[in-house]
Nanobody, 125 residues
Framework: EVQLVESGGGLVQAGGSLRLSCAASGFTFSDYAIIWFRQAPGKERERVSCITSGTDRTYFAHSVKGRFTISIDKAKKTVYLQMNSLKPEDTAVYYC??????????????????WGRGTQVTVSA
């Protein structure tokens, strides 16, 4: 069974940094995409960033470009979202999701196969 576990969320002041981790397990395929979404109360879910394992191609939403980076440790099947210069508007629950057997542009994944439970990120002003 495919499982995704997010970690690294917390409370940080504006301008600070956090690194989220998404540890995936329960599969053997080598081509997949990991997508980070976030959802704030009363707002629609937003695609934040993603990476395709086979090509290392990445995507960043305009709202986080230049502040967030994404990386993957393929041996550990873990994706990291480094979030710098955090703003109060980054406050949300952050979810990671995986699209199996996928080698295309990760931003095209609309309905990932599996989801994690999320981790809360709170940025105080």
């Amino acid at each position: 069974e495919v499982q995704l576990v997010e970690s690294g969320g917390g409370l940080v002041q504006a301008g600070g940094s956090l690194r989220l981790s998404c540890a995936a397990s329960g599969f053997t395929f080598s081509d997949y995409a990991i997508i980070w979404f976030r959802q704030a109360p009363g707002k629609e879910r937003e695609r934040v960033s993603c990476i395709t394992s086979g090509t290392d191609r990445t995507y960043f939403a305009h709202s986080v470009k230049g502040r967030f980076t994404i990386s993957i440790d393929k041996a550990k099947k873990t994706v990291y979202l480094q979030m710098n210069s955090l703003k109060p508007e980054d406050t949300a629950v952050y979810y990671c999701a995986i699209e199996e057997l996928f080698n295309g542009p990760c931003e095209e994944v609309s309905m990932p196969d599996y989801w994690g439970r999320g981790t809360q990120v709170t940025v105080s002003a």
